[in-house]
């Protein structure tokens, strides 16, 4: 497997278990799950933007996946 595979596949991997997660946290939360998500994101471009020590790509690609999987679902919540 080429690096740029495994970075691919690890994207995937991370998009789909923090949706996961999320869809299962906005059905247990449905009236804060909007807020909740907001604050994650907050906090995770912060984290993107700290970036001093070099995350690497491999780190980078898990933590774009994660911040396009609360992304992703905070459209849905908003365009309902």
Known sequence: MS???????????TFESVYDNLKRM??????????????FLKSLYIRQGNDWTGRGAIGNAGLDATIAAHESLLVELTSC
């Not at 690096?3 to 991997?13: L, N």
């Not at 247990?28 to 907001?38: F, G, L, T, V, Y």
């Open 3 to 13: 690096m740029t595979s495994y970075i691919d596949q690890r994207y995937d991997d």
């Open 26 to 39: 906005v059905h247990k939360h449905p009236d804060s799950a909007e807020q909740i998500i907001r604050g």
